[in-house]
């Protein structure tokens, strides 16, 4: 079982940056794929990043929407996985979710994840 806790949402201005961070515990993250996805209200929930096992050097990918903005990041000594948002728009906004899938292959499909953090607000205004 693996616990999920996000921080590091907040209201921020179209330019800006915010680092997300998610906590996990129960269990280790080392041998997971870690996700963020993002849900806009009234929309579904999308994929945002992937970051795989760290022996598998920690293989990343992205949704096109955020490539080149967006950078994902694990610090498997203190289980912790982070996002971190530059260049922000008004169309980041929406709750960010943090997904753990109990697998070495990155995956972007929502239903490929296994445990789901309650999720952080980001707001963005231009």
């Known amino acids: 079982q693996v616990q999920l806790v996000e921080s590091g949402g907040g209201a921020v201005q179209a330019g800006d940056s915010l680092r997300l961070s998610c906590a996990a515990s129960?269990?280790?993250?080392?041998?997971?794929?870690m996700g963020w996805f993002r849900q806009a209200r009234g929309k579904e929930r999308e994929f945002v990043a992937a970051?795989?096992?760290?022996?598998?050097?920690?293989?990343?990918m992205y949704a096109d929407s955020v490539k080149g903005r967006f950078d994902i990041s694990r610090d498997n000594a203190k289980n912790t996985v982070y996002l971190q948002m530059n260049n922000l728009k008004p169309e980041d906004t929406a709750v960010y979710y943090c997904?753990?899938?109990?697998?070495?292959?990155?995956?972007?499909?929502?239903?490929?994840?296994?445990?789901w953090g309650q999720g952080t607000q980001v707001t963005v205004s231009s």
């Open positions: 970051i795989s096992d760290r022996w598998t050097s920690s293989a990343a």
């Open positions: 129960g269990r280790t993250v080392g041998s997971n794929v």
């Open positions: 997904a753990a899938r109990v697998s070495e292959s990155l995956r972007s499909g929502a239903q490929e994840y296994d445990y």
